[in-house]
Nanobody, 121 residues
């Protein structure tokens, strides 16, 4: 499975962005999907994850109430809707796929290339 993340950009605090993750390969629909982010000088951190059906979701505390993860298996695409963005959300965002929808990045087998999100104050 190859993943291609897009949708990042520059936005003012309080604004919104929708990230997309397009997957190639037939097995995307059978894999859990996660979003992670990495700010300069910091470790990669978990943002959100969803089961292969999209029914079950899991969020980091920093994302709860502001971000929504979803997927469209028919389109082999996952999404991360980000609302009420804050400057501390500035990071490179990565999508990932793997067998379990968990917070540990080492549990994911496939990674996209990342998309930059910059939130200005």
């Amino acid at each position: 499975v190859q993943l291609q993340a897009s949708g990042g950009g520059l936005v003012q605090a309080g604004g919104s962005l929708r990230l997309s993750c397009v997957a190639s390969g037939r097995t995307f629909g059978a894999l859990a999907m996660g979003w992670f982010r990495q700010a300069p000088g910091k470790e990669r951190e978990f943002v959100a994850a969803t089961s292969w059906t999209g029914v079950s979701t899991y969020y980091a505390d920093s994302a709860k109430g502001r971000f929504t993860i979803s997927r469209d298996n028919a389109e082999n695409t996952g999404y991360l809707q980000m609302n009420n963005l804050k400057p501390e959300d500035t990071a490179v965002y990565y999508c990932a796929a793997g067998p379990n929808w968990v917070a540990e990045p080492e549990e994911y087998d496939y990674w996209g290339q990342g998309t930059q999100v910059t939130v200005s104050s």
